[in-house]
């Protein structure tokens, strides 16, 4: 009896304490693990099928040493019941159950097939006493099956997981995972290219400058606009760039040689514009505000580069961005991101409103900002360089010492 009342104790917290995850991964050779995930999708019967059979174990138990002390130790029950409860919590309880939380997938894939006949066994009588259960329940109002529904985890807990316990992945590896977990917290604001730095063919210029940025641009496809990047009239693809400069040298319509711009919301999340980036087949989309105001530009690449965060060519080009000083200050571009350079310093520097260097800095002194200024931000020194057409172009930042 007591045998079977630690397994029934072991089984239920190797059930309980079981990683579905490593179940699922051992399912794919292991008869017992598959058992084990079917009989955890319903844990209320699970549940009710130990504790019946272990009450049972204890109740034959707590009988046959009643018999055993009134006919051998002149009826001393009370002695009894001291060594039979002092017995079940170190042999029934407290031994199995340190086992099984140590090795709670172990416990449970060998487990499964004798609690899977329990499970049948008792079935009856589980109905019986679920209904019971559940009519109580609904009084707390709780949910049975709430834990079977519970088994995916959220990106949070994912990347707490990653911190945790991802010691054997890669370091780089691990870092491009973190990141595509974090793309759901992430907006197109976040990594889109500012309005004042897309590069595109204005067809009131020259055809020479034109032919240059058709021929610097990295991007297979090009906006259109005249005069005014809020003025597009179409976007160029590359492979239509010769029809486009023969009709633009000879002063012809280029518009039937565009095709129509996509645009999209600043709000909108990384993780869904990269879904419609691959459903269109586009990957370039002009960032529009509340207001349909083009606020900046953003490619299928600037998504990749944020998963592949601080490395390759990525990192290549923080690096330039950014120059570090022997005292531990950065040298940056005032149009630079705040989230990049976090990123590239592990800093923490807020990003609550404005994206860029300029943006923080002009927010925090409400006017326009002035050379050899020094200001200081969140605990972070800041030191206006060099202002161009009012707008900063170099600044110097630095941590201070906690």
């Excluded at 190797?14 to 050779?29: Q, R, T």
């Excluded at 993780?271 to 105001?293: I, P, R």
């Excluded at 520097?349 to 925090?364: L, M, P, Q």
Aim: charged share 20%; aromatic share 6%.
């Amino acid at each position: 009896m007591l045998i079977f009342s630690a397994f029934s104790s072991g089984s239920e917290t190797g059930m309980m304490a079981s990683n579905k995850i490593k179940l699922n991964n051992l399912s794919k050779d292991s008869k017992g693990a598959r058992r084990a995930l079917k009989l955890l999708q319903r844990p209320d019967v699970l549940l009710a099928s130990i504790l019946i059979a272990n009450n049972f174990a204890n109740i034959l138990a707590s009988a046959l040493v009643t018999i055993i002390m009134i006919d051998y130790f002149d009826g001393n029950v009370l002695l009894g019941s001291i060594l039979l409860t002092l017995v079940i919590l170190v042999f029934s309880e407290i031994t199995p159950k340190t086992i099984a939380s140590v090795y709670p997938e172990n416990f449970a894939t060998k487990s499964s097939g004798v609690l899977n006949i329990l499970v049948v066994i008792f079935k009856p009588l589980v109905w019986l006493t679920n209904i019971l259960s559940s009519r109580i329940l609904k009084i707390f109002n709780v949910d049975p099956m709430q834990s079977a529904s519970n088994d995916n985890l959220n990106s949070d807990e994912l990347r707490t997981l990653l911190e945790e316990h991802g010691d054997l992945i890669p370091a780089q590896s691990r870092e491009m995972l973190s990141s595509i977990l974090g793309m759901e917290e992430l907006t197109v604001e976040d990594i889109m290219t500012p309005h004042a730095e897309i590069i595109g063919i204005d067809i009131t210029q020259s055809f020479e400058a034109a032919k240059k940025i058709i021929g610097s641009s990295y991007y297979s496809r090009l906006p259109v606009f005249q005069e005014s990047i809020d003025q597009v009239i179409g976007m160029l693809h590359l492979k239509d760039s010769h029809q486009f400069m023969e009709a633009f040298e000879a002063g012809q319509d280029v518009k039937n040689i565009l095709f129509d711009a996509t645009f999209i919301s600043q709000s909108t999340t990384i993780s869904t514009q990269l879904s419609q980036f691959q459903k269109q087949d586009n990957n370039l989309s002009l960032v529009v505000d509340e207001y349909g105001e083009i606020q900046g530009l953003l490619t299928m690449e600037d998504i990749f580069t944020e998963i592949v965060g601080k490395f390759g060519a990525a990192k290549a080009d923080l690096e330039r961005e950014f120059t570090i000083k022997r005292d531990g200050s950065v040298i940056a571009d005032g149009n630079s991101k705040v989230r990049e350079l976090n990123n590239f310093m592990d800093w923490d520097i807020a990003e609550d409103g404005s994206k860029t260097i300029n943006g923080i800095i002009t927010d925090y002194l409400d006017q326009i900002p002035q050379e050899n200024v020094c200001i200081e931000i969140n605990g972070y020194r800041i030191e206006i360089l060099n202002i161009v057409d009012n707008s900063i172009d170099k600044v110097k930042i630095k941590k201070k010492e906690s």
